[in-house]
């Protein structure tokens, strides 16, 4: 029997909806459902192995070969510069990544954007020649302009509730952001035969 395939995992939401598409392929979900704090967890017929982690370091798992496969947003794999392997859009995780501000609020010369996407903030705003000044928080983004700290944020959108019920709008979409499954380039073609029907399983099962 070859060594199992390692999956890198986000933990958090993605996880409760990945679980589905997992059963829907044919993959028993339970390792990545059970309620405990083990990051690292293996399928009963011992072919699989998951690594639970923070969604931004999956790519990073990827990229070293610590796991063949994983499971990242667009946003993610933006912000961090990787180029994996994409075979597979999963079809989850569906939203935006939006500017968005006061309604009515002009964009100053030097405008002060927050978020948590500092690299492709400021890659985008220097795509249209605004030399804007990038504010790096992690989380609350929607609070930044309300107390004064920016003009303008960069955060991902899925419904807008969010935005509304701290009188913002959005402004001008980025990027459109979905969880895909990401592959180790060199593990990919070493272990072809394995990885291929367990992606093409995954495709069948995408809604």
């Known amino acids: 029997m070859s060594r199992p395939l390692t999956i890198a995992i986000p933990k958090g939401r993605i996880t409760r909806v990945l679980a589905p598409l997992f059963r829907r392929a044919g993959i028993d979900p339970s390792p990545i459902e059970a309620d405990d704090r083990r990051l690292v967890r293996e399928s009963a017929d011992g072919s699989l192995r998951f690594l639970l982690l923070k969604p931004d ?82 989380g609350s983004v929607e609070l930044a302009p309300l107390v004064g700290l920016s003009d303008f944020i960069v955060d991902l959108v899925e419904s807008g509730a969010t935005l509304r019920d701290n009188h913002l709008v959005e402004l001008e979409t980025i990027l459109p952001v979905s969880s895909v499954l990401v592959a180790n380039r060199s593990l990919y073609k070493l272990r072809h035969r394995d990885i291929h029907p367990l992606v093409e399983r995954l495709r069948a099962a995408v809604v």
């Open 57 to 138: 370091d999956v790519p990073t798992y990827v990229e070293y070969g610590t796991a063949e496969l994983g499971v990242s947003g667009r946003d993610v794999l933006r912000e961090r510069g990787y180029e994996l392997y994409q075979p597979l859009d999963l079809g989850i995780g569906r939203c935006r990544l939006v500017v968005a501000g006061p309604s009515g609020a002009e964009m100053t010369s030097v405008p002060r954007i927050a978020t948590k996407y500092p690299r492709i903030a400021s890659e985008y705003f220097a795509s249209r020649g605004i030399q804007a000044e990038i504010i790096y928080v992690q």
